[in-house]
């Protein structure tokens, strides 16, 4: 059966049918073509780019044109799979203009095909003009990374009766200014719940419990890929860290006791090229 392309409008049509969804964030043509290939219905080109795959510690850092030239690498990897590419931090903040200019960047030089943004009421303004700009939206809420100075860390969100209240209002704001989806990050399970049944449109939790309408990961994690700090949230599938430290091991030793390259990893002469070669054999010239 031919597979459908992934839109904004399957992702809500998914939430009415009750069935979940999955969101994978990656960041590079090779991944993206193996989550493709898996049916993993969306992928984020996140910002946590910076920290997963640059090496920085948050992701504050990370800049429009490090996320364009990501987002057009997993672009092309990406078939079916809805492409949502992460509005870095001061990429929207400072302006409605700032906003919609990064979000068609996004779109016109990465090949996304919907933007994520951090935030609720504080930058509703920004959300609502990139989508009048025509540029589908993505909320995120609870545990919003590019503030983490704010918040003095990472750490979980709306755990009291007035920072949930807060964020189930920003979830309600978001709904009505028309963002299609709305991620939310390390809430407690109890919340995430109350907002997935109070909006019309699908959430993404990741570290936010079983009761979302999807669930994201960064692929790093998810593969064992992320070195030896593992969030509470996180479940890997399996130890690629340990796989690539024996492929690496293995192939140190080959090498050192002559075991590789063998002859079959070897390409050959012709036998009848081979008896010319040796029929007038190689002297070295003189130098003049
Ligand atoms: O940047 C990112 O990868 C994200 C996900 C964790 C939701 O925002």
Same mark, same amino acid.
């Given at each position: 059966?031919?597979?459908?392309?992934?839109?904004?409008?399957?992702?809500?049509?998914?939430? #009415?049918?009750?069935?979940?969804?999955?969101?994978?964030?990656?960041?590079?043509?090779?991944?993206?073509?193996?989550?493709?290939?898996?049916?993993?219905?969306?992928?984020?080109? $996140?910002?946590?780019?910076? *920290?997963?795959?640059?090496?920085?510690?948050?992701?504050?850092?990370?800049?429009?044109?490090?996320?364009?030239?990501?987002?057009?690498?997993?672009?092309?990897?990406?078939?079916?799979?809805?492409?949502? #590419?992460?509005?870095?931090?001061?990429?929207?903040?400072? =302006?409605?203009?700032?906003?919609?200019?990064?979000?068609?960047?996004?779109?016109?030089? $990465?090949?996304?095909?919907?933007?994520?943004?951090?935030?609720?009421?504080?930058?509703?303004?920004?959300?609502?003009?990139?989508?009048?700009?025509?540029?589908?939206?993505? #909320?995120?809420?609870?545990?919003?990374?590019?503030?983490?100075?704010?918040?003095?860390?990472?750490?979980?969100?709306?755990?009291?009766?007035?920072?949930?209240?807060?964020?189930?209002?920003?979830?309600?704001?978001?709904?009505?200014?028309?963002?299609?989806?709305?991620?939310?990050?390390?809430?407690?399970?109890?919340?995430?719940?109350?907002?997935?049944?109070?909006?019309?449109?699908?959430?993404? #939790?990741?570290?936010?419990?079983?009761?979302?309408?999807?669930?994201?990961?960064?692929?790093?994690?998810?593969? $064992?890929? =992320? $070195?030896?700090?593992?969030?509470?949230?996180?479940?890997?599938?399996?130890?690629?860290?340990?796989?690539?430290?024996?492929?690496?091991? *293995?192939?140190?030793?080959?090498?050192?006791?002559?075991?590789?390259?063998?002859?079959?990893?070897?390409?050959?002469?012709?036998?009848?090229?081979?008896?010319?070669?040796?029929?007038?054999?190689?002297?070295?010239?003189?130098?003049?």
């Amino acid at each position: 059966m031919e597979r459908k392309k992934v839109t904004t409008t399957v992702l809500k049509e998914m939430k #009415g049918k009750k069935e979940k969804i999955t969101m994978l964030a990656a960041y590079d043509y090779p991944t993206a073509r193996m989550i493709d290939e898996a049916a993993i219905e969306a992928i984020l080109v $996140g910002d946590s780019l910076g *920290n997963v795959v640059l090496g920085h510690r948050d992701t504050l850092s990370v800049t429009m044109d490090e996320m364009i030239h990501h987002t057009k690498a997993v672009a092309r990897g990406t078939k079916y799979a809805l492409l949502v #590419g992460d509005m870095p931090f001061l990429s929207y903040q400072a =302006s409605i203009e700032d906003a919609i200019r990064n979000a068609g960047r996004l779109v016109k030089e $990465g090949q996304a095909e919907a933007v994520k943004v951090e935030g609720g009421r504080n930058v509703v303004d920004k959300v609502e003009a990139i989508i009048r700009a025509g540029i589908p939206v993505m #909320g995120h809420l609870g545990l919003t990374p590019q503030w983490v100075h704010q918040f003095g860390g990472f750490k979980v969100r709306g755990k009291t009766e007035t920072t949930a209240r807060s964020i189930i209002e920003d979830a309600k704001v978001l709904e009505e200014a028309g963002v299609f989806s709305i991620v939310l990050e390390c809430v407690p399970w109890q919340l995430a719940k109350m907002i997935t049944e109070s909006v019309s449109v699908p959430t993404i #939790g990741i570290g936010a419990g079983p009761y979302c309408d999807g669930q994201v990961l960064v692929l790093h994690d998810l593969l $064992g890929l =992320s $070195g030896q700090h593992i969030p509470k949230f996180v479940k890997r599938y399996t130890d690629m860290e340990g796989i690539v430290a024996k492929a690496l091991a *293995n192939f140190r030793e080959e090498v050192k006791s002559c075991k590789f390259p063998s002859i079959e990893h070897s390409y050959a002469m012709e036998d009848e090229e081979l008896k010319k070669l040796l029929r007038h054999p190689f002297r070295a010239r003189k130098s003049a």
